[in-house]
Each structure stands twice: as C-alpha cells, then as structure tokens.
C-alpha cells in the first residue's frame, strides 16, 4: 500500500475526522475516541516535507513555496467512495504543519429517495384516515388516531450536526494556526532586517576605525573616530538586546 492510501486508511480506520501533522510532534488522527497517536517518535521536519511532496501536485508545491499556505483536495478514491479529503499545509521558516481532513458525503440520489418514501408514507396514512372514517360513523369503536410518519432525516440527525460542529471548529483552528504562523513568519523577517542593519552599522564602524588608524590621520580626526566608534558600539548593545528580547518572546509563542 502506497503512502496516500495508508495516510487515508489511517483515518477511516479509526472514524477519524482528520490527520495532524507538524515537524517535531508525533502525528496524530483527531477521532471520537480523542487524539490517536501514530507514531511513538516525533516527526522530522525532512519526513514531514516528503510526506507533502506525496500529496501535493507539483503546482500547488510551487504555490506553498511562494505563498506559506495551500489546500488541495485529493482526487476520490475507490477504497473509500463515501469519503473525500482535503489536504491543507502551511510552511514557515522551518516549521511545517500538515493536515488530512475528511468529509463524509452521502450517496447519490439520497434526498430524492427520502423524499418518495415520505410521500409514500403520507399516503398511506390518508388512505388509511379515509377507509377509518366510515366506519367511526357506523358506529364502531373509533380507532386511536393514526401516528404520524416518521421520515428519516438523516442529514440532519443529531451525530451529523455534532460532526459538522467539529468540522467548524478544527477549520477556526486551523485558521488561528495560520493566523499565527504568518505572524511567526514576519516577525522572523523583522528579526533578520534588523540583524542585517546591525551588520551594517559594524562594517562602518570597522570602516571609520581603520580610516582613524591609518598613517594620514592627526589627533583631533582620531578622537572624533574613538567618539563615533563608541556611539556605535552603544547602539549595537542596544539593538542586540532588543533582538534577544524579542527572540526569547518569540521563542516563547512557538513552544505554546
């Protein structure tokens, strides 16, 4: 069994409604029972990355790389012809997060069927109001009234508006998750912006010493050089600071 099917049947297996995937984290199915666990070893950022490759197009490859985030949905599969699934990835820096979500459709002509039983029904009890009706007025026992047809509303039963509720909720979940993760993203670029600035700022003070060194340079240019060098030198502490501050908050957000 190839990896696609395998990934699909891990979730069916259980009545899953969808499997987890994230560089550094165990995979997992979200099932009733609770989370299932697949592997007892995390996963690393390479297998993640090689199980996205399977199961993405080489098109939407191209569009994660370039925007952070896809969804694609799996062609059907004949091993599973009430399922279909939906794979939705997002990628930041070196943190990917995967998911495989199904979603359950009914069979063809299932409404059109509900409704020519319910109407077979509702005829059967007229039918049955009609032939009772005389004879009440003959003066038999009137016979308890007729209970109503019962339809079966499948697609509105408790457990499939329960499931739908769940759809909902992971698809706020994953939207939180991207959410965060772009956020993760620009602030990692902020950081590099900032760290590149600063590399900048020691290339010129480098700069300015080595003019103030160099055999043409009297005193007065050299004390300006010490003066600058020490005003850049602060700033340099300063913004290294800053950037540990925010490093550590960051840092922070991703363990959470």
Do not use: C
């Amino acid at each position: 069994m190839s990896l696609v099917p395998s990934l699909l049947q891990a979730i069916v297996h259980v009545d899953g409604e969808a499997l987890v995937m994230h560089a550094g984290d165990k995979p997992y199915v979200v099932a009733p029972a609770g989370q299932i666990e697949l592997a007892s070893e995390p996963l690393a950022l390479d297998a993640v990355s090689g199980i996205v490759a399977q199961l993405l197009p080489e098109e939407f490859q191209h569009a994660l790389d370039e925007f952070g985030a896809v969804q694609y949905e799996l062609p059907p599969e004949s091993d599973f012809p009430r399922d279909r699934f939906t794979v939705v990835v997002a990628r930041g820096g070196n943190d990917v997060w995967a998911e495989i979500r199904r979603r359950r459709v009914l069979e063809d002509g299932f409404f059109d069927q509900a409704m020519a039983s319910a109407e077979r029904e509702a005829g059967a009890e007229s039918l049955a109001d009609r032939e009772a009706g005389p004879v009440a007025q003959a003066g038999s026992a009137p016979s308890s009234p007729a209970q109503p047809a019962t339809v079966a509303h499948e697609a509105l039963s408790p457990a499939l508006i329960e499931k739908t509720a769940a759809a909902a909720a992971q698809l706020e979940e994953l939207t939180r998750r991207l959410t965060v993760l772009d956020d993760r993203t620009k602030e990692l670029d902020e950081i590099d912006q900032r760290i590149q600035a600063l590399t900048e700022v020691a290339r010129q003070a480098e700069l300015t010493t080595q003019k103030a060194s160099g055999p043409d340079a009297g005193p007065e240019r050299y004390a300006e050089a010490v003066e600058h060098l020490s005003s850049e030198v602060l700033q340099m502490q300063a913004t290294l600071d800053t950037l540990k501050t925010e490093r550590a908050a960051l840092e922070e957000l991703r363990g959470h």
